[in-house]
């Protein structure tokens, strides 16, 4: 079993910050990326950051120069700083991670979600 466990949410004003942190745990072996998805109200989930094992990330473009997605190796943890932060950036935020574990199996695995709120 892999769990991932996000923190951090909560409601900002416009124009602050607010860092994300995602743990995984469990029956870990390597884990390939992990990253952050968000979902608003009546809108698909999307992707907003990855990091890869290798250290290449991919960042959704209205984010870019914004948020900054970082990840500790030794501690199974990715984090998303979210600096200058807009209402649209409103959502329920989503930690992924693509894992083998350690019986040898690939999968995908998803966080229970965390809110973010930029609201004045």
């Known amino acids: 079993q892999v769990q991932l466990v996000e923190s951090g949410g909560g409601l900002v004003q416009p124009g602050g910050s607010l860092k994300l942190a995602c743990a995984a745990s469990?029956?870990?072996?390597?884990?390939?990326?992990m990253g952050w998805y968000r979902q608003a109200p009546g809108n698909k989930r999307e992707l907003v950051a990855v990091r890869t094992l290798g250290g290449s990330t991919n960042i959704r473009g209205s984010v870019r120069g914004r948020f900054t997605i970082s990840r500790d190796n030794a501690k199974n943890t990715v984090y998303l700083q979210m600096n200058s932060l807009k209402p649209e950036d409103t959502a329920v935020y989503y930690c992924n991670a693509d894992l083998w574990s350690t019986d040898y199996v690939r999968g995908e695995y998803w966080g229970q979600g965390i809110e973010v709120t930029v609201s004045s």
């Open positions: 469990g029956s870990i072996g390597t884990i390939n990326s």
